[in-house]
């Protein structure tokens, strides 16, 4: 028989590894002469081995057994076709069972499944005759030099050995398979899948184990016991023993203090023997035994059951129909489980019938709380949240804890389960948990080194079920309703991953971890934290969005009034004249003044975001100005992300997108212009909110140009991680040289150069820039001078990492650089943009830029409103608690003076950008044009009077970072410029009430 090199990637990806190197130790010689030829994959000086032999064991059907047949042109599904040829009567499933003796099995095989042999019988040539020799290496296309020849009868090895063969006596089956390791290269014995020898720190002592076995299997065999750890499982050490005829497994603790309650075997005992009255597919378990003196800890005892266990979810190697089948067959089987009669089964007491995910939610926050070696972000928010948004369980079943595709043993032949392991995890629960746990692979990458995912696989190509069918699978199987809080399961299952991943890392800190991949999972602990915390902010989302209707806020009888107790505390709006608006009033069309008359779902929100503010934002302020004014400023602060994932998991997320823009609701809040105004106003009562709510300028603007007017492939790369708040960006328009209030003025430079436009240009003013996570900024400049003024321009997505970006300084406004985004001066030289970055197309770029603008400016707006209502209710708050010349400041008839003409001059620009915002909804931002020109005359003018009369209430204490009032002045002042000067608007004004009014 001849064999490549190349099988020794075989052996390692076999399932059937271990049968055939124990074969190849027993049986050098049989009847016949065979050869195969392999392809050769390098790395040795041998290509080939030729032996006495009745056939060759393939591996077992797989992604290597695959690729072999395509490699040397066999028909697909050969191996497969020859290992389940006869069925339960057939040569591989008698020899699974002990029936066949290796070598009828072998010889069998090789009848079914030899590519080239070679038969002494039919060719009328017998050893030692050389002609068989070169007939086999003819056949093989070799020359002597690169084979090696094995036979027990030395006129044989000599014959091979005079045409150059490399050749070795066989007097000991043992010593001649050493001799052949060390020819090859590699180890050619390894008789049990899966399996290893017992690491170091796993070691049993095997003389009890011996005695103690042969007393409970009464059996007075003298004859060695064999003993294998399986590679297999992260927690239980499980070993495989054969002795005599017993083919045993043996499942204990692990070494060691151990954690509470963790590593109950006693437990997985009791079910599986319960579970396999009730006809679930479980190993036949033997006994028990609870005295620690055998082995050092107490065991069960299984009988060992060969068969598949499918490491790699994407099941390389099968049909789209089995990867399908198999899929199904284990969702099946965890509906069996799950319709177990506990009373039936003696199982009633097994755990406890209700709350199952809060218990196990406080159990595995104590399992990670006894483990925890270091402070992770994700869990510490996990451990907080997951108390909060417990679901409401539905039934109460078996549970297998830890139910997952590599957890099972299937049949060779056929796609059935023939047993379950690892019940290690096993109580009474919510069965949910379960099918959620089963889907989490979809969810990991293919990478994932202890367990395989799915994620960057195309599921559907391959045939496997995605989760969301396999759900919708399980419902239908057990007749149960769709699962409607499945991100809070994906949370919570990945979660317990975590902690259990902690717990297999601090084991292995000390050498009781049962698996050699133990150190990887201290680093992939984070991992999955952050994933279960994506699916918590997804939950979030969720019940945001399905929020029923509340009921009517009761109206106040006073204009504003609000908590004086805290200088930084704003007032609270409430009207007594508008009555509760009805639902189609609330719709888009309606003009809502007042936070009282949005929709019951909007009016939540507004109360929620309220609350959030309160209770999180305005008490952060003092640690947050601090943070500011550091030497760490141009560092994002660890507050503000953490208050970020607070306000994702709460809903409170990308609220600023318009129904217009995103209709479907597919990337916001679905809010009208005027629904998102009253939020608009209340973020803007903190300068550090709207980055809080991912609401900021200049990514609205951004995501919102992306959303109107993005590719696809534009949005996958920078709408997704800006909308999740993972990148920053910034828009690049404004220039030194030139008036760019009118964007036909800019002077920026974009041609096309060889499948690329390259970029020349000076810019400042470029707000975010200077931000570390600014990955993506918008250009604005022109591809073509001499195109029509308004079509001169374009727009491109320029990465920040792109070659010859150079900021030449940050600029302060009022000595203030508002780290960390800062507002740069940038040079841009010879930019090269890919030309696939270009928005809409060229000359595009005035109507993309008027088309974000409209409504950032009553973004502005509203805020600018917020910094005035702030900035009055700390003047009402001062004046009524300071005293100067012998009396309190609230009775200085100028002050009192001054706060009536901010609530008129506050009154009167909110009622003007509701209006634009309504019109925007009703008509289009085309037809608001005169509107939204009005708002920008007058909101940042009179949020610059109403501020200005706050600081001059607070004295000199105004003009200090002690209080928002100063930056809420800088912002004010810098926002008659923003979007075009005071002057630029009140012309357009004036064109358009001459143009219409006359």
């Not at 030829?37 to 060759?56: C, K, L, N, P």
């Not at 045409?163 to 008789?191: H, M, N, Q, Y």
């Not at 378990?285 to 059951?305: A, H, K, Q, W």
């Not at 002042?973 to 630029?984: K, M, S």
Request: charged content about 25%; hydrophobic content about 40%; some cysteine.
């Amino acid at each position: 028989m001849v064999l490549s090199m190349c099988i020794r990637q075989l052996f390692q990806a076999s399932h059937l590894q271990g049968a055939w190197r124990a074969a190849f130790l027993k049986h050098i010689q049989c009847r016949r002469q065979g050869a195969r030829r392999w392809t050769h994959s390098g790395g040795g000086t041998y290509r080939a081995v030729i032996f006495d032999m009745g056939g060759v064991l393939i591996p077992s059907p797989g992604r290597v057994a695959a690729e072999w047949e395509v490699q040397n042109q066999i028909p697909s599904g050969t191996i497969l076709k020859a290992l389940i040829s006869g069925g339960d009567k057939g040569p591989w499933m008698t020899f699974m069972r002990g029936e066949l003796t290796t070598e009828d099995f072998l010889q069998e095989f090789g009848r079914l499944c030899s590519e080239i042999v070679v038969e002494s019988c039919l060719e009328g040539i017998c050893k030692p005759d050389p002609r068989i020799y070169k007939l086999c290496l003819e056949r093989l296309g070799l020359q002597p030099s690169e084979s090696i020849f094995l036979d027990d009868l030395g006129l044989n090895v000599k014959a091979a050995a005079s045409l150059g063969i490399r050749t070795i006596k066989v007097d000991d089956p043992e010593t001649a398979v050493k001799e052949l390791e060390t020819l090859l290269g590699f180890t050619l014995r390894k008789v049990i899948p899966n399996t290893r020898p017992v690491r170091k720190t796993m070691e049993i002592p095997k003389d009890s184990l011996k005695k103690y076995l042969r007393d409970f299997l009464g059996t007075q065999t003298t004859g060695p016991m064999e003993l294998l750890q399986f590679e297999h499982g992260q927690s239980n050490p499980t070993y495989y023993i054969r002795l005599a005829n017993h083919q045993l497994v043996l499942r204990k603790k692990p070494p060691g203090t151990l954690l509470p309650s963790a590593h109950a075997v006693e437990r997985e005992f009791r079910i599986m023997r319960a579970l396999a009255k009730a006809g679930v597919p479980v190993p036949k378990v033997l006994g028990l035994c609870e005295d620690s003196r055998i082995v050092g800890t107490p065991f069960y005892l299984m009988e060992y059951c060969p068969g598949l266990v499918y490491k790699d979810p994407s099941l390389p190697g099968l049909e789209p129909s089995q990867r399908r089948a198999i899929y199904t067959a284990m969702n099946r089987v965890l509906c069996q489980i799950h319709s177990v009669d506990l009373k039936a089964t003696g199982l009633e007491d097994y755990g406890k019938p209700g709350d199952y995910i809060p218990r196990q939610v406080q159990t595995w926050i104590k399992q990670y709380r006894a483990s925890e070696t270091s402070t992770i972000p994700a869990m510490e928010r996990l451990i907080k949240w997951l108390p909060l948004h417990l679901p409401r369980q539905q039934k109460t079943t078996v549970v297998h804890g830890d139910f997952r595709l590599d957890n099972l043993l299937f049949h060779p032949e056929k796609t059935e389960v023939l047993a379950v392991l690892d019940w290690e995890l096993s109580t009474l629960g919510d069965p949910l948990a379960d099918v959620a746990f089963s889907c989490l692979a979809h969810y990991l990458p293919s990478s994932f080194p202890i367990l395989r995912g799915l994620s960057d696989c195309d599921v559907t190509q391959l045939g496997i079920p995605t989760a969301e069918e396999y759900s919708r699978m399980y419902c239908r199987h057990t007749g149960s309703p769709p699962i409607e809080n499945w991100n809070f399961y994906l949370a919570f299952s990945f979660f317990r991953v975590a902690a259990i991943l902690q717990g297999i890392y601090k084991r292995s800190l000390t050498g009781q971890a049962s698996s050699a991949t133990a150190e990887q999972s201290g680093k992939l602990t984070e991992f999955t934290s952050n994933l279960a915390w994506d699916f918590a902010v997804k939950e979030g989302f969720r019940l945001f969005k399905d929020m029923p209707a509340t009921k009517p806020l009761m109206r106040s009888y006073h204009t504003w009034a609000g908590p004086q107790s805290r200088l930084h505390t704003p007032g609270t709006r409430s009207y007594v004249s508008i009555p509760e608006a009805s639902p189609a009033r609330a719709s888009k069309g309606a003009l809502v003044i007042s936070p009282e008359g949005l929709s019951p779902p909007v009016r939540e929100l507004y109360q929620r975001l309220k609350q959030f503010m309160e209770r999180h934002v305005y008490p952060a302020e003092p640690e947050l100005r601090s943070h500011q004014a550091s030497s760490e400023r141009w560092t994002p602060s660890p507050l503000v992300e953490e208050l970020k994932e607070k306000a994702k998991t709460e809903g409170l997320w990308n609220l600023f997108l318009p129904l217009e823009t995103d209709p479907e609701k597919k990337y916001g809040a679905g809010l009208t212009n005027v629904e998102y105004a009253h939020l608009c106003e209340l973020m803007g009562m903190s300068l550090y909110a709207p980055e809080i709510f991912n609401c900021s300028a200049p990514d609205t603007g951004n995501m919102e140009l992306l959303v109107r007017y993005g590719t696809e492939e534009q949005k996958a790369r920078w709408l997704i991680p800006l909308l999740e708040g993972k990148a920053r960006s910034c828009f690049a328009m404004t220039e030194p040289q030139v008036a760019s209030s009118d964007g036909t003025n800019i002077e920026s430079s974009i041609r096309e150069e060889e499948g690329f436009y390259v970029i020349n240009g000076h810019k400042w003013w470029i707000s975010g820039i200077l931000d570390p996570r600014c990955q993506l900024c918008v250009f604005m400049g022109k591809t073509d001078p001499h195109a029509p003024r308004h079509q001169q321009q374009s727009v491109l997505l320029v990465p920040m990492d792109t070659p010859g970006i150079k900021i030449l300084r940050p600029l302060t406004v009022y000595g203030l650089d508002d780290a960390p985004g800062g507002h740069g001066e940038v040079l841009f030289e010879q930019v090269h943009v890919p030309k696939e970055n270009m928005i809409l197309g060229p000359g595009r770029g005035f109507e993309i830029a008027q088309g974000r603008l409209g409504p950032g400016r009553i973004h502005h707006c509203m805020r600018l409103i917020g910094y005035s209502e702030r900035a009055l209710a700390l003047m009402k708050a001062r004046v009524k608690s300071r005293v100067a010349f012998g009396k309190p400041l609230v009775e200085q008839g100028t002050l009192l003076a001054d706060i009536a003409q901010s609530r008129v001059e506050i009154e009167q620009a909110r009622l003007l950008v509701l209006k634009a915002a309504h019109l925007m909804d009703v008509a289009g931002n085309k037809a608001a044009a005169l509107d939204i020109a009005m708002i920008k005359m007058v909101a940042p003018s009179m949020a610059s009077r109403v501020i200005d009369r706050a600081i001059q209430a607070f004295g000199a204490a105004g003009l200090s970072s002690d209080h928002p009032l100063a930056q809420f002045f800088a912002w004010a002042r810098a926002l008659r410029f923003a979007d075009g000067p005071d002057e630029v608007h009140r012309a357009a004004v004036a064109k358009m009430e001459l143009k219409h009014r006359i």
